[in-house]
């Protein structure tokens, strides 16, 4: 069974679109993230929820909005897709705040034309 | 702000020898360090997590060591073979503690 599973895959949309990714872990973790990583592979935070309460959010535009309906789920919508955009964006999850180890999806690749 | 970085974005080694990566923070005294790996198209796997208080760690054929004073850790993989070829990324918890800090990376290709 997958502990931290994201869909969609593939993402390809063109500029001004919304989209939205979503991320469901079934470890029965407290803390989700979402990650961004450009094309320099460079892995970035964008945020954190913990128990459905944002925690972090680092300087990201506000175009995107993170979303926790409960603590094994946290989506992120994207509001006027830009070209600058186009990442791989992962979810992650950890047992708590305090728990060091984070737990990686497989990544949303997204594209944006 | 804190800087974590990977001076090597690429290493080849032949199978058999022993493979070393380098860390280095600067700006920031990290509680810990974390090592993971990361396959093409897939998410980063944890691997291995030291402390400040830690020189040394082992998991199999892995070894980390945390040097606070030169601000580096360094990471070992002896015996390496093909299956080890793969991006492997150092992380520092952030100062917020809440998330972590990750290096660009070091691409790791062992050939036969």
């Known amino acids: 069974d997958t502990a931290v599973s994201q869909t969609p895959k593939y993402l390809v949309t063109q500029m001004g679109n919304d989209k939205s990714i979503k991320c469901e872990q079934n470890?029965?973790?407290?803390?989700m993230y979402w990650y961004k990583q450009d094309s320099k592979k460079f892995l970035k935070i964008m945020f954190s929820?913990?128990?459905?309460?944002?925690?972090i959010n680092e300087t990201v535009p506000n175009r995107f909005s993170p979303k926790s309906p409960d603590k094994a789920h946290l989506n992120l919508h994207i509001n006027s897709l830009e070209l600058g955009d186009s990442a791989v964006y992962f979810c992650?999850?950890?047992?708590?705040?305090?728990?060091?180890?984070?737990?990686f999806g497989p990544g949303t690749r997204l594209l944006v034309l | 702000s804190q800087k974590i970085e990977q001076n090597s974005e690429a290493l080849n080694i032949q199978e058999g020898k022993t493979a070393t990566l380098t860390c280095n923070y600067t700006?920031?005294?990290?509680?810990?360090l974390q090592w993971y790996r990361q396959d093409p198209g897939r998410g980063p796997v944890f691997l291995l997590l030291?402390?400040?208080?830690?020189k040394e760690k082992r998991k199999e054929r892995l070894k980390v060591t945390f040097d606070t004073t030169l601000k580096q850790s360094l990471f070992h993989i002896t015996a390496s073979q093909p299956a080890d070829s793969a991006t492997y990324l150092c992380?520092?918890?952030?100062?917020?503690?809440?998330?972590?800090?990750f290096g660009k990376g070091t691409s790791l290709l062992v050939t036969p």
């Open positions: 030291i402390r400040e208080n830690e």
């Open positions: 992650a999850s950890s047992q708590d705040t305090a728990s060091e180890t984070q737990y």
């Open positions: 992380a520092q918890n952030s100062n917020s503690g809440y998330a972590l800090n």
């Open positions: 700006n920031y005294s990290p509680a810990y």
């Open positions: 470890l029965g973790h407290d803390t």
């Open positions: 929820y913990n128990n459905k309460e944002l925690i």
